[in-house]
């Protein structure tokens, strides 16, 4: 079992900053894959940034070029540095994880949530 917990969310300023940290327990998060998802009120959670745990990248359109992912298995954590929100940013964002070599941006194929956390872009 992998517990994941979510931190780092919050209220920012359209054009801001704000660095989501995602801390692992229970297993070496070295040997999973993990991923952003967020999900807005009334939509469907969609995906947002991807690792490997060889620490291949990938993101969404929407956020490539703002948005980074990063992970520091030392630490078991995973990070999210987003620059220049925008309000559209603006959603409850939650890390996942899954063991393996999986490349997946489809939330079903992720085994462990954490609990989310918020971001509010204002404009």
């Known amino acids: 079992q992998v517990q994941l917990v979510e931190s780092g969310g919050g209220l920012v300023q359209a054009g801001g900053s704000l660095r989501l940290s995602c801390a692992a327990s229970?297993?070496?998060?070295?040997?999973?894959?993990v991923a952003w998802f967020r999900q807005a009120p009334g939509k469907e959670r969609e995906f947002v940034a991807r690792?490997?745990?060889?620490?291949?990248?990938y993101y969404a359109a929407s956020v490539k070029g703002r948005f980074t992912i990063s992970r520091d298995n030392a630490k078991n954590t995973v990070y999210l540095q987003m620059n220049s929100l925008k309000p559209e940013d603006t959603a409850v964002y939650y890390c996942?994880?899954?063991?393996?070599?999986?490349?997946?941006?489809?939330?079903?194929?992720?085994?462990?949530w954490g609990q989310g956390t918020q971001v509010t872009v204002s404009s």
């Open positions: 229970g297993r070496t998060f070295s040997n999973y894959a």
């Open positions: 690792i490997s745990w060889t620490s291949n990248l």
């Open positions: 996942a994880a899954v063991f393996g070599s999986v490349s997946s941006d489809v939330d079903w194929s992720y085994d462990y």
